[in-house]
């Protein structure tokens, strides 16, 4: 079983920033590609970032690029996503994931894909 601890999200001003952590204890994520994406209340989940396992390839989503940056730190297994000049309609449940399927495949941004999921962390911005 694969366990997937995210943290970091709360609450922040718009302009603001967080960043986002997820553990991926007693594995090594770098064998993994590693996604993040958010829910908004009454919304469907979308895609927000990707790490990919086959050379370390990054992705993000059309509403986040230039804000957003996610890294991986193999030594501590974890994954973050650095999150600046937050919006309010950032505002969202924010789930890490991991797939040990997609090896540089072309549906990063897929839900479908991840078979490992974390319980999602809150991020909450405000005007």
């Known amino acids: 079983q694969v366990r997937l601890v995210e943290s970091g999200g709360g609450p922040v001003r718009a302009g603001g920033s967080l960043r986002l952590s997820c553990e991926v204890p007693g594995r090594t994520v770098s064998t993994y590609t590693m996604g993040w994406f958010r829910q908004a209340p009454g919304k469907e989940r979308k895609f927000v970032s990707a790490?990919?396992?086959?050379?370390?390839?990054?992705y993000y989503a059309d509403s986040v690029k230039g804000r957003f940056t996610i890294t991986r730190d193999n030594p501590k297994n974890t994954v973050y996503l650095q999150m600046d000049s937050l919006k309010p309609e950032d505002t969202a449940l924010y789930y890490c994931?991991?797939?040990?399927?997609?090896?540089?495949?072309?549906?990063?941004?897929?839900?479908?894909?991840?078979?490992?999921w974390g319980q999602g962390t809150q991020v909450t911005v405000s005007s």
């Open positions: 994931a991991a797939s040990d399927s997609l090896n540089g495949g072309p549906f990063y941004n897929a839900p479908y894909y991840y078979g490992y």
């Open positions: 790490i990919s396992n086959v050379g370390s390839a990054t």
